[in-house]
Protein backbone atom coordinates (compact mmCIF):
# COMPACT_ATOMS: atom_id res chain seq x y z
CA UNK A 1 0.00 0.00 0.00
CA UNK A 2 2.98 2.31 -0.78
CA UNK A 3 3.85 2.92 3.02
CA UNK A 4 7.25 5.47 3.08
CA UNK A 5 8.91 6.99 6.70
CA UNK A 6 9.95 10.72 5.48
CA UNK A 7 12.61 12.24 7.86
CA UNK A 8 12.46 15.47 8.19
CA UNK A 9 14.57 18.31 9.44
CA UNK A 10 14.00 21.31 11.12
CA UNK A 11 17.11 23.67 10.64
CA UNK A 12 15.82 26.41 12.76
CA UNK A 13 12.58 26.28 14.40
CA UNK A 14 11.16 29.91 12.37
CA UNK A 15 12.04 27.82 9.11
CA UNK A 16 9.39 26.92 7.17
CA UNK A 17 11.18 25.48 4.51
CA UNK A 18 13.16 21.84 5.16
CA UNK A 19 14.58 19.21 3.20
CA UNK A 20 12.71 15.95 3.03
CA UNK A 21 14.13 12.21 2.33
CA UNK A 22 11.68 9.18 1.98
CA UNK A 23 12.34 5.71 2.03
CA UNK A 24 10.60 2.33 1.76
CA UNK A 25 9.99 0.86 4.47
CA UNK A 26 9.39 -3.48 5.22
CA UNK A 27 7.63 -4.83 7.63
CA UNK A 28 10.78 -5.92 9.53
CA UNK A 29 11.75 -2.22 10.22
CA UNK A 30 8.64 -1.90 12.40
CA UNK A 31 5.85 -3.44 13.14
CA UNK A 32 3.61 -1.22 15.09
CA UNK A 33 3.36 1.25 11.91
CA UNK A 34 2.23 -1.80 9.21
CA UNK A 35 -0.02 -2.84 11.90
CA UNK A 36 -1.76 0.48 12.44
CA UNK A 37 -1.92 0.99 8.62
CA UNK A 38 -3.29 -2.60 8.29
CA UNK A 39 -6.38 -2.08 10.43
CA UNK A 40 -6.98 1.24 8.95
CA UNK A 41 -7.38 -0.06 5.47
CA UNK A 42 -9.47 -2.86 6.73
CA UNK A 43 -11.82 -0.83 8.05
CA UNK A 44 -11.74 1.50 5.01
CA UNK A 45 -10.44 -0.14 1.93
CA UNK A 46 -11.34 2.92 -0.52
CA UNK A 47 -8.58 5.49 1.40
CA UNK A 48 -6.20 3.53 0.15
CA UNK A 49 -3.13 5.65 -1.02
CA UNK A 50 0.51 6.23 -0.29
CA UNK A 51 0.69 7.38 3.14
CA UNK A 52 3.51 9.34 5.08
CA UNK A 53 4.72 8.95 9.05
CA UNK A 54 6.03 12.38 9.37
CA UNK A 55 9.01 13.11 12.21
CA UNK A 56 10.51 16.32 12.69
CA UNK A 57 13.70 15.53 14.23
CA UNK A 58 15.56 11.97 13.28
CA UNK A 59 15.88 11.73 17.04
CA UNK A 60 12.67 10.98 17.93
CA UNK A 61 12.61 8.12 16.12
CA UNK A 62 14.23 4.93 18.43
CA UNK A 63 18.05 4.18 18.29
CA UNK A 64 16.56 0.45 17.71
CA UNK A 65 14.57 1.06 14.33
CA UNK A 66 17.06 2.99 12.99
CA UNK A 67 19.98 0.36 13.46
CA UNK A 68 17.33 -2.31 12.05
CA UNK A 69 16.77 -0.37 8.96
CA UNK A 70 20.69 0.85 8.43
CA UNK A 71 21.65 -3.10 8.90
CA UNK A 72 19.49 -4.21 5.92
CA UNK A 73 20.02 -1.04 3.75
CA UNK A 74 23.78 -1.10 4.51
CA UNK A 75 24.68 -4.65 4.97
CA UNK A 76 21.79 -6.43 3.31
CA UNK A 77 22.05 -5.14 -0.12
CA UNK A 78 26.04 -4.86 -0.35
CA UNK A 79 28.18 -7.70 -1.82
CA UNK A 80 31.57 -6.37 -0.35
CA UNK A 81 30.39 -4.54 3.10
CA UNK A 82 30.48 -6.68 6.00
CA UNK A 83 27.96 -6.46 8.68
CA UNK A 84 28.55 -5.38 12.22
CA UNK A 85 28.70 -9.57 12.92
CA UNK A 86 31.41 -10.42 10.24
CA UNK A 87 28.81 -11.47 8.01
CA UNK A 88 28.68 -11.15 4.39
CA UNK A 89 24.44 -11.80 4.01
CA UNK A 90 24.50 -11.53 -0.13
CA UNK A 91 27.10 -14.75 -0.05
CA UNK A 92 24.06 -16.17 2.63
CA UNK A 93 21.64 -15.78 0.41
CA UNK A 94 23.53 -17.45 -2.63
CA UNK A 95 24.85 -20.29 -0.11
CA UNK A 96 20.77 -20.71 0.41
CA UNK A 97 19.70 -20.60 -2.89
CA UNK A 98 21.51 -23.48 -3.53
CA UNK A 99 19.75 -25.65 -1.15
CA UNK A 100 16.39 -25.01 -3.90
CA UNK A 101 18.72 -26.53 -6.46
CA UNK A 102 18.64 -30.43 -8.01
CA UNK A 103 20.69 -32.91 -5.59
CA UNK A 104 23.59 -33.68 -6.82
CA UNK A 105 25.91 -36.01 -5.00
CA UNK A 106 29.54 -37.35 -5.39
CA UNK A 107 31.54 -40.67 -4.63
CA UNK A 108 35.52 -41.27 -4.80
CA UNK A 109 36.09 -45.02 -4.74
CA UNK A 110 39.96 -46.67 -5.66
CA UNK A 111 38.60 -47.02 -9.27
CA UNK A 112 37.60 -43.70 -9.74
CA UNK A 113 34.86 -41.22 -8.91
CA UNK A 114 31.03 -41.11 -9.49
CA UNK A 115 28.76 -38.42 -10.03
CA UNK A 116 24.57 -39.12 -9.29
CA UNK A 117 22.55 -35.77 -10.15
CA UNK A 118 18.39 -34.95 -10.37
CA UNK A 119 16.85 -33.52 -13.08
CA UNK A 120 13.82 -31.91 -12.65
CA UNK A 121 11.61 -32.98 -15.67
CA UNK A 122 8.73 -29.90 -15.06
CA UNK A 123 6.84 -30.64 -17.87
CA UNK A 124 6.01 -33.39 -20.21
CA UNK A 125 6.44 -31.55 -23.21
CA UNK A 126 10.45 -30.80 -22.10
CA UNK A 127 12.95 -32.53 -23.83
CA UNK A 128 15.17 -34.55 -20.80
CA UNK A 129 18.92 -34.79 -22.97
CA UNK A 130 18.91 -30.77 -22.86
CA UNK A 131 19.19 -30.88 -19.02
CA UNK A 132 22.80 -31.35 -18.60
CA UNK A 133 23.85 -31.20 -15.30
CA UNK A 134 26.93 -33.36 -15.40
CA UNK A 135 29.31 -31.82 -18.54
CA UNK A 136 33.42 -33.01 -18.94
CA UNK A 137 35.89 -30.11 -18.84
CA UNK A 138 38.78 -32.28 -19.94
CA UNK A 139 39.29 -35.96 -20.23
CA UNK A 140 40.46 -35.91 -17.10
CA UNK A 141 37.72 -34.02 -15.35
CA UNK A 142 33.82 -33.71 -14.98
CA UNK A 143 31.60 -31.29 -13.45
CA UNK A 144 28.55 -31.69 -11.97
CA UNK A 145 26.32 -28.17 -10.47
CA UNK A 146 23.35 -27.58 -8.73
CA UNK A 147 22.05 -24.13 -8.56
CA UNK A 148 21.24 -21.26 -11.30
CA UNK A 149 21.97 -23.36 -14.53
CA UNK A 150 23.37 -19.89 -16.45
CA UNK A 151 26.20 -19.39 -13.35
CA UNK A 152 27.44 -22.76 -14.26
CA UNK A 153 28.08 -21.62 -18.02
CA UNK A 154 30.63 -18.90 -17.11
CA UNK A 155 32.44 -21.21 -14.44
CA UNK A 156 32.44 -24.52 -16.65
CA UNK A 157 33.97 -21.96 -19.31
CA UNK A 158 36.32 -20.54 -17.30
CA UNK A 159 37.28 -24.38 -16.20
CA UNK A 160 37.90 -25.81 -19.52
CA UNK A 161 40.21 -22.77 -20.66
CA UNK A 162 42.72 -23.23 -18.18
CA UNK A 163 43.05 -26.84 -18.63
CA UNK A 164 43.54 -26.23 -22.28
CA UNK A 165 45.84 -23.35 -21.81
CA UNK A 166 47.56 -26.08 -19.56
CA UNK A 167 47.56 -28.48 -21.46
CA UNK A 168 49.02 -26.31 -24.59
CA UNK A 169 51.60 -24.96 -22.36
CA UNK A 170 53.21 -27.89 -20.32
CA UNK A 171 51.98 -30.56 -22.41
CA UNK A 172 50.36 -32.35 -19.33
CA UNK A 173 46.87 -32.34 -17.94
CA UNK A 174 46.01 -30.05 -15.03
CA UNK A 175 45.38 -30.91 -11.94
CA UNK A 176 42.00 -30.78 -10.01
CA UNK A 177 42.72 -29.17 -6.95
CA UNK A 178 44.56 -25.95 -9.49
CA UNK A 179 41.39 -25.96 -11.81
CA UNK A 180 39.07 -25.86 -8.84
CA UNK A 181 41.60 -22.35 -7.57
CA UNK A 182 41.28 -20.89 -10.67
CA UNK A 183 37.51 -21.28 -10.75
CA UNK A 184 37.25 -19.96 -7.30
CA UNK A 185 39.14 -16.90 -8.15
CA UNK A 186 36.37 -16.11 -10.56
CA UNK A 187 33.56 -16.61 -8.31
CA UNK A 188 35.17 -14.30 -5.81
CA UNK A 189 35.68 -11.14 -7.96
CA UNK A 190 31.72 -10.02 -7.00
CA UNK A 191 33.79 -8.20 -4.15
CA UNK A 192 36.46 -6.82 -6.70
CA UNK A 193 35.01 -4.02 -8.69
CA UNK A 194 37.17 -1.46 -10.17
CA UNK A 195 36.54 2.07 -10.45
CA UNK A 196 34.91 1.51 -13.96
CA UNK A 197 32.37 -0.77 -12.11
CA UNK A 198 33.02 -3.85 -14.24
CA UNK A 199 32.75 -6.11 -11.40
CA UNK A 200 30.71 -8.97 -11.13
CA UNK A 201 27.29 -7.65 -9.34
CA UNK A 202 26.46 -10.57 -7.14
CA UNK A 203 27.83 -13.94 -6.06
CA UNK A 204 27.32 -16.65 -8.27
CA UNK A 205 24.12 -18.71 -7.14
CA UNK A 206 25.87 -22.61 -8.15
CA UNK A 207 27.53 -24.67 -6.21
CA UNK A 208 30.12 -27.55 -8.19
CA UNK A 209 31.43 -30.96 -7.70
CA UNK A 210 34.84 -31.31 -9.46
CA UNK A 211 35.55 -35.21 -10.28
CA UNK A 212 38.82 -36.50 -11.77
CA UNK A 213 41.57 -38.19 -11.65
CA UNK A 214 45.18 -36.66 -10.32
CA UNK A 215 49.03 -38.38 -10.12
CA UNK A 216 47.36 -39.93 -6.82
CA UNK A 217 44.16 -41.20 -8.16
CA UNK A 218 40.62 -40.51 -8.69
CA UNK A 219 39.95 -36.96 -6.25
CA UNK A 220 36.29 -35.10 -5.34
CA UNK A 221 36.41 -31.22 -4.40
CA UNK A 222 33.46 -28.89 -3.41
CA UNK A 223 33.16 -24.86 -4.51
CA UNK A 224 30.45 -22.96 -2.87
CA UNK A 225 29.32 -19.28 -3.85
CA UNK A 226 31.63 -17.78 -1.25
CA UNK A 227 34.70 -19.50 -3.32
CA UNK A 228 35.86 -22.40 -0.55
CA UNK A 229 37.04 -25.07 -2.01
CA UNK A 230 37.21 -28.51 -0.01
CA UNK A 231 38.34 -32.00 -0.93
CA UNK A 232 35.67 -34.50 0.10
CA UNK A 233 35.76 -38.26 -0.15
CA UNK A 234 31.52 -38.18 -0.79
CA UNK A 235 29.70 -35.07 -1.11
CA UNK A 236 25.96 -34.15 -1.61
CA UNK A 237 24.46 -30.32 -2.27
CA UNK A 238 21.18 -29.17 -3.89
CA UNK A 239 17.74 -29.24 -2.11
CA UNK A 240 18.07 -32.79 -0.52
CA UNK A 241 21.89 -32.25 0.53
CA UNK A 242 21.30 -32.80 4.13
CA UNK A 243 19.44 -35.86 3.98
CA UNK A 244 21.93 -37.32 0.94
CA UNK A 245 25.23 -36.27 3.58
CA UNK A 246 23.72 -38.38 6.21
CA UNK A 247 22.81 -41.54 4.13
CA UNK A 248 26.45 -41.15 2.66
CA UNK A 249 28.10 -40.70 5.87
CA UNK A 250 26.06 -44.22 6.94
CA UNK A 251 27.23 -45.93 3.62
CA UNK A 252 30.89 -44.54 2.52
CA UNK A 253 33.58 -47.10 3.36
CA UNK A 254 37.20 -47.13 1.49
CA UNK A 255 37.18 -49.91 -0.11
CA UNK A 256 33.46 -49.49 -2.12
CA UNK A 257 34.11 -50.47 -6.10
CA UNK A 258 33.10 -48.23 -8.75
CA UNK A 259 29.61 -50.32 -9.33
CA UNK A 260 29.07 -50.15 -5.35
CA UNK A 261 29.08 -46.37 -5.58
CA UNK A 262 26.70 -45.96 -8.55
CA UNK A 263 24.28 -48.16 -6.60
CA UNK A 264 24.50 -46.36 -3.68
CA UNK A 265 24.12 -42.91 -5.36
CA UNK A 266 20.93 -43.99 -7.37
CA UNK A 267 19.73 -45.11 -3.60
CA UNK A 268 20.17 -42.22 -2.15
CA UNK A 269 18.52 -40.03 -4.81
CA UNK A 270 15.69 -42.24 -4.79
CA UNK A 271 15.31 -41.58 -1.36
CA UNK A 272 15.58 -37.44 -1.11
CA UNK A 273 13.87 -36.76 -4.81
CA UNK A 274 10.30 -35.88 -4.62
CA UNK A 275 9.54 -37.34 -7.63
CA UNK A 276 10.06 -41.38 -8.73
CA UNK A 277 13.22 -42.25 -10.59
CA UNK A 278 13.62 -43.22 -13.80
CA UNK A 279 15.70 -43.14 -16.37
CA UNK A 280 15.14 -39.76 -17.75
CA UNK A 281 15.20 -37.52 -14.42
CA UNK A 282 18.19 -38.97 -12.97
CA UNK A 283 22.21 -38.68 -14.62
CA UNK A 284 25.05 -41.01 -13.73
CA UNK A 285 28.43 -40.11 -14.93
CA UNK A 286 32.37 -41.94 -14.10
CA UNK A 287 35.35 -40.90 -14.44
CA UNK A 288 37.85 -43.74 -14.14
CA UNK A 289 41.18 -44.42 -15.46
CA UNK A 290 40.76 -47.05 -18.10
CA UNK A 291 37.76 -45.27 -19.82
CA UNK A 292 37.95 -41.51 -18.88
CA UNK A 293 34.64 -39.27 -18.59
CA UNK A 294 31.54 -41.38 -19.43
CA UNK A 295 28.37 -40.79 -18.82
CA UNK A 296 26.23 -44.15 -18.04
CA UNK A 297 23.41 -44.82 -20.47
CA UNK A 298 19.70 -45.57 -19.59
CA UNK A 299 19.90 -49.46 -19.83
CA UNK A 300 23.10 -49.33 -18.14
CA UNK A 301 21.23 -47.68 -15.15
CA UNK A 302 18.22 -49.90 -15.44
CA UNK A 303 20.67 -52.71 -15.56
CA UNK A 304 22.18 -51.64 -12.31
CA UNK A 305 19.13 -50.58 -10.72
CA UNK A 306 17.11 -53.87 -11.26
CA UNK A 307 20.20 -55.81 -10.56
CA UNK A 308 19.10 -56.64 -7.21
CA UNK A 309 15.09 -57.78 -7.36
CA UNK A 310 16.75 -60.31 -10.79
CA UNK A 311 18.99 -61.69 -8.19
CA UNK A 312 16.14 -62.38 -5.63
CA UNK A 313 13.87 -63.56 -8.36
CA UNK A 314 16.30 -66.34 -9.74
CA UNK A 315 16.92 -67.61 -6.07
CA UNK A 316 13.52 -67.39 -5.41
CA UNK A 317 12.81 -69.93 -8.87
CA UNK A 318 16.06 -71.86 -8.75
CA UNK A 319 16.98 -72.16 -5.19
CA UNK A 320 15.00 -75.84 -4.59
CA UNK A 321 16.85 -77.17 -7.44
CA UNK A 322 20.04 -75.75 -6.22
CA UNK A 323 19.85 -75.80 -2.69
CA UNK A 324 19.04 -79.20 -2.22
CA UNK A 325 21.56 -81.01 -4.17
CA UNK A 326 24.08 -78.82 -2.66
CA UNK A 327 23.17 -79.83 0.94
CA UNK A 328 23.57 -83.61 -0.22
CA UNK A 329 26.98 -82.73 -1.82
CA UNK A 330 28.00 -81.33 1.49
CA UNK A 331 26.27 -83.94 3.52
CA UNK A 332 28.32 -86.33 2.17
CA UNK A 333 31.59 -84.91 1.76
CA UNK A 334 31.39 -84.14 5.85
CA UNK A 335 29.92 -87.74 6.30
CA UNK A 336 33.63 -89.09 4.89
CA UNK A 337 36.02 -85.75 5.74
CA UNK A 338 37.88 -87.87 7.95
CA UNK A 339 38.39 -90.78 5.43
CA UNK A 340 38.65 -87.86 2.46
CA UNK A 341 41.39 -86.40 4.62
CA UNK A 342 43.19 -89.02 6.09
CA UNK A 343 42.91 -91.81 3.53
CA UNK A 344 42.37 -93.99 7.10
CA UNK A 345 39.39 -96.36 7.65
CA UNK A 346 36.84 -95.25 10.12
CA UNK A 347 36.48 -96.96 13.42
CA UNK A 348 32.94 -97.96 13.08
CA UNK A 349 33.61 -100.05 10.08
CA UNK A 350 35.37 -102.60 12.12
CA UNK A 351 33.66 -105.55 14.07
CA UNK A 352 34.00 -104.91 17.90
CA UNK A 353 36.25 -108.15 18.22
CA UNK A 354 38.88 -106.46 15.96
CA UNK A 355 38.61 -103.69 17.37
CA UNK A 356 39.25 -105.18 20.99
CA UNK A 357 41.73 -107.38 19.40
CA UNK A 358 43.70 -104.06 17.79
CA UNK A 359 43.66 -102.60 21.25
CA UNK A 360 45.32 -105.40 23.08
CA UNK A 361 47.74 -105.54 20.87
CA UNK A 362 48.66 -101.54 21.18
CA UNK A 363 48.61 -102.02 25.13
CA UNK A 364 51.69 -101.30 26.71
CA UNK A 365 52.99 -103.86 29.90
CA UNK A 366 52.81 -100.84 32.31
CA UNK A 367 49.03 -99.73 31.32
CA UNK A 368 47.72 -103.21 31.69
CA UNK A 369 45.31 -103.39 34.95
CA UNK A 370 46.31 -105.81 38.09
CA UNK A 371 44.22 -106.55 40.75
CA UNK A 372 45.92 -105.91 44.50
CA UNK A 373 46.65 -108.73 46.45
CA UNK A 374 46.61 -107.04 49.88
CA UNK A 375 44.62 -104.49 51.44
CA UNK A 376 47.03 -102.56 52.21
CA UNK A 377 48.10 -102.65 48.64
CA UNK A 378 44.52 -101.77 47.76
CA UNK A 379 44.38 -98.91 50.46
CA UNK A 380 47.78 -96.89 48.59
CA UNK A 381 46.42 -97.93 45.64
CA UNK A 382 43.04 -97.87 45.28
CA UNK A 383 42.48 -97.64 41.83
Known amino acids: FGLHIELVTLPAPTSKQFPRKSCPVTQSVT ?3 TQSVSQSLQSSPSSRRSRFLLVHHPAHIPSRLLAMFLTRSEYDRSVNTF ?5 LFQVEYAIEAIKLGSTALGIQ ?15 PLMEPTSLEKIVEVDRHLALAFSGLAADSKMLIERARTECQNHWFTFDETMRIESVAQSVSNLAIQFGNADQGGSGLSRPFGVSLLFAGLDE ?4 LFHLDPSGTYVQFEAKAIGSGSEGAQQSLQEVYHKSMTLREAIKSGMTILKQVMEEKLNDTNVEVATVTKDKGFQILSSQELQNIRNMWPVLMAALRNYAPM ?17 RTLTDRSTPWSKSVIERREERKMNEKPEDEFRV ?12
Not at 83 to 87: D, L
Not at 216 to 219: D, E, K
Open 322 to 338: VVFPAACVIGVIGYNLE
Open 31 to 33: QSV
Open 372 to 383: PATIFERRQNPS
Open 216 to 219: NGPV
Open 109 to 123: TSEGVVLAVEKRITS
Open 83 to 87: SPEGR
